[in-house]
């Protein structure tokens, strides 16, 4: 991911006010146009393809909340908040689309996180889809013994035959990638960023539009 | 010196054997030195030792002191040393933590406190020497197996260090990429970098380096230029020789020949000599390594009736094909290996033995029905599979139940038969331990039972020798041949040439997803149009042999011309 005109820090304050914004919004007409807003953002961005595999997910997630809420309460409500979700997953879609993990990390930092901390976070990312692939292996290796490992039941019953191996091969990932971290300088004192964050006025002019609105619609 | 190892003894905290044992070595600027051993020989404890994890990371019982570039490890951490000594570790998987490639390669630079300047001068160098330069925003996890090695080199040249270790960093490259990487390894030490591999698979290496360390439970049991290493008797060390090593040492010859051009130069000489023969070049000089090589027959019980068949097999997924128009018959009894580039698709076909993958097209036969008729379930009696990993696959409390999940899974669980195997692979002592206590090496021997403890017709053996040491790769060889003698058909899914040239009839060539040979071994590897297509490079046991032919009709011209 290539660097961002804006700070990291500036896109996730905005985008935790946009998210309070949405939250307090109770009619569909202006979740609807606010979601609308957000989609025009994602096409100017050029993210609509990754946009729609989002809501590949999103979607069953937002239709099931609209079933539950219709039967629970009423129509009204159930559209408002599946148009709330749906809203509210495009906000942090946006954020993190446009943010490098790294440039995140770093910003925490700056925003007082502990190093550690911040960079466990971007770094377990990298180790979601070793471990994804891992898992798949696992699977693989396990139904060719003749272990049913198909569908959502048979997957449940025979859980140790998936998750042990996965368990044990995660524990030893964490012990090789401790010792690997520490022989990069994990522990080292002193650390520099390579590209330390900086506010700058289009930062400004964001936060403030976005706090604005906030106190606009909340306040 | 940049490395200096001082009588070092160490043993692992609950471990009663030392992991070294009096190692004392001096490894000095752009010097470049292979050490290597049987498996649990001490080659990874040295590697951690080098960099300070131990005595830093690891408890346990410490004596001498290591050196690098003039620090005492036990005095500094390894975040102290980290800009000094590298080490790129066995697993990429586990040593890759950034989220692109750039990030990867600034991290250490980060560590060590640079100014942003300095880090982009580095990062611009650091991509030049390793060729990452259009890989610089990608996924870490998206890239090939050499690729990711390219990086984890990268991101410890870019901090300049005095010394770089490599441990086993040939495991899990195809003969493209290993290739690639000993270019790259020449290149560093062009730097005046000090370079030490910690490496099996000797002939990958040995010609590049200055010396070999030779590691025996724990102790340096030789160390000098590989020529003279080579001299002595080394047969106690469970080492794999080149092939050019075995076959002087076959021929009770003293010269130690590093590279094919070299053994020909000593070759015509010898001939001159009048030490050997026209004829012996001719007719009869294939030495005991080589023969495999010319022309395998070995197939006992080779009936030549389908165990398995795949017609116009095609698949892919997310709009990427990955086979293509794969037509391959497999015999009983036959050993075939399946070569290619990685991402070449030789696992995703073998998976399609068993329907682990169901094909976009095309069929495929098991003892001549079609397996889309069948369940899984029911293929797995047929088709056993060890993985590469064994890790992949053991759950169970103990031994004795890990080897009976497949049987009892399947209903197909036959006592006699399960004692054999435990019997044959020396597993009774360990029926009631867990498996994740294990040695790795005792693990790979439950992956076997496993895999055959249904008595399949046919057996898959996924990179069986990757990162294993001599006497493994033998039993494995008895293995094969147990199994063929029994009317199996064993399938060997290898990077490893020299191993696929020795034990297998066939190889069925792999390229983009395409059969692009089918063939002996020597038929593939005197192709240079399939050579090409599929990143195969012909093994040093088939050039000698080729290099002999060659010599052999040389000197009859030479002495029949008028």
């Given at each position: 991911?290539?660097?961002?005109?804006?700070?990291?820090?500036?896109?996730?304050?905005?985008?935790?006010?946009?998210?309070?914004?949405?939250?307090?919004?109770d009619?569909?007409p202006?979740?609807?146009?606010?979601?609308?807003?957000?989609?025009?953002?994602?096409?100017?961005?050029?993210?609509?393809?990754?946009?729609?595999?989002?809501?590949?997910?999103?979607?069953?997630?937002?239709?099931?909340?609209?079933?539950?809420?219709?039967?629970?309460?009423?129509?009204?409500?159930?559209?408002?908040?599946?148009?709330?979700l749906?809203?509210?997953?495009?906000?942090?879609?946006?954020?993190?689309?446009?943010?490098?993990?790294?440039?995140?990390?770093?910003?925490?930092?700056?925003?007082?996180?502990?190093?550690p901390?911040?960079?466990?976070?971007?770094?377990s990312?990298?180790?979601?889809?070793?471990?994804?692939?891992?898992?798949?292996?696992?699977?693989?290796?396990?139904?060719?013994?003749?272990?049913?490992?198909?569908?959502?039941?048979?997957?449940?019953?025979?859980?140790p035959?998936?998750?042990?191996?996965?368990?044990?091969?995660?524990?030893?990932?964490?012990?090789?990638?401790?010792?690997?971290?520490?022989?990069?300088?994990?522990?080292?004192?002193?650390?520099?960023?390579?590209?330390?964050?900086?506010?700058?006025?289009?930062d400004?002019?964001?936060?403030?539009?976005?706090?604005?609105?906030?106190?606009?619609?909340?306040? | 010196?940049?490395?200096?190892?001082?009588?070092?003894?160490?043993?692992?905290?609950?471990?009663?054997?030392?992991?070294?044992?009096?190692?004392?070595?001096?490894?000095?600027?752009?010097?470049?030195?292979?050490?290597?051993?049987?498996?649990?020989?001490?080659?990874?404890?040295?590697?951690?030792?080098?960099?300070?994890?131990?005595p830093?990371?690891?408890?346990?019982?410490?004596?001498?002191?290591?050196?690098?570039?003039?620090?005492?490890?036990?005095?500094?951490?390894?975040?102290?040393?980290?800009?000094?000594?590298?080490?790129?570790?066995?697993?990429?998987?586990?040593?890759?933590?950034?989220?692109?490639?750039?990030?990867?390669?600034?991290?250490?630079?980060?560590?060590?406190?640079?100014?942003?300047?300095?880090?982009?001068?580095?990062?611009?160098?650091?991509?030049?020497?390793?060729?990452?330069?259009?890989?610089?925003?990608?996924?870490?996890?998206?890239?090939?197996?050499?690729?990711?090695?390219?990086?984890?080199?990268?991101?410890?040249?870019?901090?300049?260090?005095?010394?770089?270790?490599?441990?086993?960093?040939?495991?899990?490259?195809?003969?493209?990429?290993?290739?690639?990487?000993?270019?790259?390894?020449?290149?560093?030490?062009?730097?005046?970098?000090?370079?030490?591999?910690?490496?099996?698979?000797?002939?990958?290496?040995?010609?590049?380096?200055?010396?070999?360390?030779?590691?025996?439970?724990?102790?340096v049991v030789?160390?000098?230029?590989?020529?003279?290493?080579?001299?002595?008797?080394?047969?106690?060390?469970?080492?794999?020789l080149?092939?050019?090593?075995?076959?002087?040492?076959?021929?009770?010859?003293?010269?130690?020949?590093?590279?094919?051009?070299?053994?020909?130069?000593?070759?015509?000489?010898?001939?001159?000599?009048?030490?050997l023969?026209?004829?012996?070049?001719?007719?009869?000089?294939?030495?005991?390594?080589?023969?495999s090589?010319?022309?395998?027959?070995?197939s006992?019980?080779?009936?030549?009736?389908?165990?398995?068949?795949?017609?116009?097999?095609?698949?892919?997924?997310?709009?990427?094909?990955?086979?293509?128009?794969?037509?391959?018959?497999?015999?009983?009894?036959?050993?075939?290996?399946?070569?290619?580039?990685?991402?070449?698709?030789?696992?995703?076909?073998?998976?399609?033995?068993?329907?682990?993958?169901?094909?976009?097209?095309?069929?495929?036969?098991?003892?001549?029905?079609?397996?889309?008729?069948?369940?899984?379930?029911?293929?797995?009696?047929?088709?056993?599979?060890?993985?590469?990993?064994?890790?992949?696959?053991?759950?169970?409390?103990?031994?004795?139940?890990?080897?009976?999940?497949?049987?009892?899974?399947?209903?197909?669980?036959?006592?006699?038969?399960?004692?054999?195997?435990?019997?044959?692979?020396?597993l009774?002592?360990?029926?009631?331990?867990?498996?994740?206590?294990?040695?790795?090496?005792?693990?790979?021997?439950v992956?076997?039972?496993?895999?055959?403890?249904?008595?399949p017709?046919?057996?898959?053996?996924?990179?069986?020798?990757?990162?294993?040491?001599?006497p493994?790769?033998?039993?494995?060889?008895?293995?094969?041949?147990?199994?063929?003698?029994?009317?199996r058909?064993?399938?060997?899914?290898?990077?490893?040439?020299e191993?696929?040239?020795?034990?297998?009839?066939?190889?069925?060539?792999?390229?983009?997803?395409?059969?692009?040979?089918?063939?002996?071994?020597?038929?593939?590897?005197?192709?240079?149009?399939?050579?090409?297509?599929?990143?195969?490079?012909?093994?040093?046991?088939?050039?000698?042999?080729?290099?002999?032919?060659?010599?052999?009709?040389?000197?009859?011209?030479?002495?029949?011309?008028?």
């Amino acid at each position: 991911m290539k660097p961002q005109p804006l700070d990291p820090r500036s896109k996730l304050i905005s985008a935790i006010f946009v998210a309070g914004v949405l939250i307090a919004l109770d009619d569909w007409p202006s979740q609807l146009a606010g979601l609308a807003i957000l989609i025009g953002a994602v096409l100017l961005l050029r993210l609509g393809r990754a946009w729609l595999s989002l809501m590949n997910g999103l979607g069953y997630a937002a239709g099931s909340f609209f079933l539950i809420v219709w039967v629970t309460f009423d129509l009204s409500a159930a559209v408002v908040v599946s148009l709330r979700l749906l809203a509210l997953g495009t906000v942090f879609f946006l954020f993190f689309k446009t943010t490098a993990p790294e440039d995140l990390s770093n910003a925490l930092v700056k925003l007082g996180t502990p190093y550690p901390f911040a960079f466990v976070l971007s770094a377990s990312m990298q180790f979601v889809h070793v471990l994804a692939r891992r898992a798949a292996n696992i699977r693989d290796a396990q139904r060719a013994r003749g272990i049913p490992l198909e569908g959502p039941l048979s997957t449940f019953r025979h859980l140790p035959a998936l998750l042990g191996p996965l368990l044990v091969q995660a524990f030893k990932l964490a012990d090789e990638l401790a010792e690997a971290m520490e022989a990069r300088g994990f522990g080292a004192p002193g650390r520099r960023f390579r590209r330390e964050p900086h506010l700058k006025i289009s930062d400004w002019i964001l936060m403030a539009a976005a706090a604005g609105l906030f106190i606009t619609v909340v306040l | 010196m940049v490395l200096r190892f001082e009588h070092v003894s160490f043993r692992y905290s609950g471990i009663s054997d030392w992991g070294l044992q009096e190692v004392d070595f001096t490894v000095h600027p752009g010097e470049m030195v292979l050490v290597t051993g049987a498996s649990g020989s001490g080659k990874s404890t040295l590697c951690r030792a080098a960099i300070g994890l131990i005595p830093h990371f690891y408890p346990g019982s410490w004596e001498g002191r290591v050196c690098v570039d003039g620090l005492d490890t036990r005095d500094h951490p390894v975040h102290e040393l980290f800009g000094h000594v590298g080490l790129a570790f066995q697993n990429p998987d586990a040593q890759i933590f950034n989220q692109t490639v750039e990030a990867e390669l600034a991290y250490g630079l980060e560590s060590l406190g640079l100014a942003s300047d300095e880090i982009e001068r580095r990062l611009s160098w650091v991509s030049d020497v390793v060729e990452l330069g259009p890989l610089m925003h990608r996924a870490p996890y998206s890239l090939s197996g050499g690729e990711k090695q390219r990086v984890i080199l990268g991101a410890i040249l870019a901090l300049k260090p005095r010394v770089v270790l490599l441990d086993e960093p040939f495991t899990h490259l195809d003969p493209g990429g290993a290739e690639r990487l000993r270019m790259l390894l020449r290149s560093i030490r062009s730097e005046g970098i000090a370079l030490i591999i910690a490496e099996h698979r000797l002939h990958e290496a040995v010609a590049d380096v200055d010396r070999l360390i030779v590691l025996n439970e724990g102790k340096v049991v030789a160390d000098g230029p590989p020529r003279r290493v080579w001299a002595e008797d080394l047969s106690p060390f469970g080492l794999n020789l080149p092939p050019l090593v075995r076959f002087f040492r076959e021929q009770g010859w003293k010269e130690r020949p590093l590279t094919l051009g070299e053994a020909t130069a000593v070759l015509k000489d010898k001939f001159y000599k009048g030490e050997l023969s026209r004829f012996a070049l001719s007719e009869g000089l294939a030495p005991k390594s080589v023969g495999s090589s010319r022309g395998l027959t070995n197939s006992p019980q080779n009936d030549s009736s389908p165990m398995i068949e795949v017609e116009g097999l095609d698949f892919g997924y997310d709009g990427k094909t990955v086979l293509q128009g794969v037509n391959v018959t497999l015999n009983r009894g036959e050993c075939v290996a399946l070569v290619g580039r990685n991402g070449s698709g030789k696992t995703t076909l073998v998976k399609h033995f068993n329907r682990l993958l169901k094909p976009t097209r095309g069929l495929i036969k098991i003892l001549g029905q079609e397996v889309r008729t069948k369940p899984l379930a029911e293929l797995s009696r047929h088709v056993g599979f060890a993985w590469q990993n064994p890790n992949d696959q053991l759950f169970q409390a103990n031994v004795r139940d890990e080897v009976l999940t497949g049987p009892r899974a399947l209903h197909a669980y036959d006592r006699d038969w399960c004692d054999r195997l435990i019997e044959r692979f020396g597993l009774e002592p360990l029926l009631d331990r867990s498996p994740f206590q294990l040695s790795e090496g005792q693990k790979k021997r439950v992956a076997f039972a496993t895999a055959l403890a249904v008595r399949p017709e046919l057996v898959v053996l996924d990179e069986p020798t990757a990162g294993q040491d001599e006497p493994f790769r033998q039993e494995l060889a008895v293995l094969m041949k147990e199994l063929r003698a029994e009317g199996r058909t064993v399938v060997v899914v290898t990077h490893d040439l020299e191993f696929a040239a020795q034990h297998a009839d066939r190889w069925v060539v792999l390229a983009e997803g395409r059969v692009a040979a089918d063939g002996s071994p020597n038929t593939v590897m005197a192709d240079a149009r399939v050579l090409a297509a599929s990143g195969l490079r012909p093994t040093q046991s088939f050039q000698l042999s080729e290099a002999l032919e060659r010599l052999g009709k040389e000197f009859r011209l030479e002495t029949t011309a008028p």
